[in-house]
């Protein structure tokens, strides 16, 4: 059964630094996109970040050049270090992959529960 566990959600201040981490079990995902999403309230959730199997990387505009996404496929880990955090990133963040690989698109199948980031100002 695949499982997606995030970790490393909590409350920070506004321009302080958190890094969210996914553990994936189940199946092999070396060959899958793994991304991030959020999800504020009353909002849509929308796509953050991904990387895809050969390490490109995705980034929505709202965090580039704050958030970085890196995996590690033997760990089978995917993580998020998020940087200048906003109020407006308050949101539950969930870790998703993509087993076309690629890391954009449609192809999100398997989620986790999400983890909960609040930054205050």
């Known amino acids: 059964q695949v499982q997606l566990v995030e970790s490393g959600g909590g409350l920070v201040q506004a321009g302080g630094s958190l890094r969210l981490s996914c553990a994936a079990s189940?199946?092999?995902?070396?060959?899958?996109?793994m991304g991030w999403f959020r999800q504020a309230p009353g909002k849509e959730r929308e796509f953050v970040a991904a990387?895809?199997?050969?390490?490109?990387?995705y980034y929505a505009d709202f965090v580039k050049g704050r958030f970085t996404i890196s995996r590690d496929k033997a760990k089978k880990t995917v993580a998020l270090q998020m940087t200048s955090l906003k109020p407006d990133d308050t949101a539950v963040y969930y870790c998703a992959t993509d087993p076309t690989g690629r890391g954009y698109g449609s192809g999100w199948k398997y989620w986790g529960q999400g983890t909960q980031v609040t930054v205050s100002s």
């Open positions: 990387i895809s199997w050969t390490y490109i990387t």
């Open positions: 189940g199946r092999t995902f070396s060959s899958d996109a």
